[in-house]
């Protein structure tokens, strides 16, 4: 890998610095200064600012002139389907392709470690690539891969055909479910150039980790979505409870957009998920 990370890969490093802060400290909490942070990881003041700026505008971190930046609240979760549901997700329409714009292998860090089961200091792949549909750009994703996973993974491979049918023949990982979330975010400045809008555009942003047939955690994925080209559909089944009594989940909670009523809700989401 070159000793100057691309770009992508080092809004990378400082985004993950930032959050793994976050998540490990309670709402309210104070923040390094960014004088600190910067001089920490060893990147300019600009840099770090802007990677700052993205996550206050995704609600992730607060700024208070003259106090400095903090945690900010956690934000409310809404499950589109039980915990023990699995819900098949439609690929999405339009001619999808993709181009590698990093590829190399880098230590996993806290927060990635975590997410893989694996050490700080482990070896993962990482690739930054862009999604395109019908040839005009839509997303970059971010993927990390345990090493031992992918020996010898080049550009090609992520950039043609399905990935996780090339995870499967190349390299004996059959995938078998996946978590994903998915929040409003921007985009940073290097995203909204490559993808072509202007810097801080409404976006979505995915966060998915894969698991294989035996339960081990073999891919960790975030992905940031142009908000002006793509969407997310849901279609709901609303049925009565079987005795017409308040189903025992409407009368716990909310279902995102939706009254709260007696019904039962079901869902079937419409979406692109990475291969």
Do not use: C, N
Not at 93 to 109: E, F, I
Not at 137 to 148: G, K, N, R
Not at 167 to 187: I, K, P
Not at 190 to 217: H, Y
Request: no cysteine; aromatic share 4%.
């Amino acid at each position: 890998m070159p000793d100057t990370p691309a770009p992508t890969r080092k809004r990378e490093l400082v985004r993950d610095h930032i959050l793994e802060l976050v998540e490990s400290q309670p709402a309210g909490h104070p923040l390094p200064s960014e004088r600190d942070l910067s001089h920490q990881l060893g990147v300019s003041r600009p840099t770090l600012r802007a990677a700052v700026d993205e996550l206050v505008a995704a609600g992730l971190v607060v700024r208070e002139h003259g106090r400095g930046m903090f945690v900010a609240r956690a934000k409310v979760t809404q499950e589109l389907v039980a915990q023990d549901t699995v819900a098949e997700v439609p690929r999405a329409g339009g001619a999808w392709s993709s181009r590698v714009l990093d590829l190399g292998t880098v230590p996993a860090g806290p927060r990635v470690g975590r997410r893989l089961h694996l050490s700080p200091s482990a070896t993962v792949v990482h690739v930054a690539r862009l999604r395109l549909v019908d040839g005009e750009p839509i997303a970059i994703e971010y993927l990390y891969l345990p090493a031992d996973v992918v020996p010898g993974l080049d550009p090609a491979d992520v950039e043609v055909g399905d990935f996780y049918e090339h995870l499967a023949l190349h390299h004996g990982v059959r995938v078998a479910s996946a978590t994903q979330a998915m929040e409003a975010t921007v985009t940073s400045e290097e995203e909204a150039r490559i993808m072509g809008v202007p810097p801080f555009s409404a976006a979505l942003m995915f966060e998915r980790l894969t698991l294989d047939q035996r339960g081990r955690p073999v891919e960790y994925v975030h992905s940031v979505y142009r908000g002006d080209r793509y969407r997310i559909v849901s279609r709901l089944s609303l049925a009565p409870t079987a005795d017409g009594s308040p189903a025992e989940a409407a009368a716990a909670g909310h279902y995102p957009g939706m009254p709260a009523s007696e019904t039962s809700v079901e869902y079937v989401t419409h979406g692109e998920v990475q291969r």
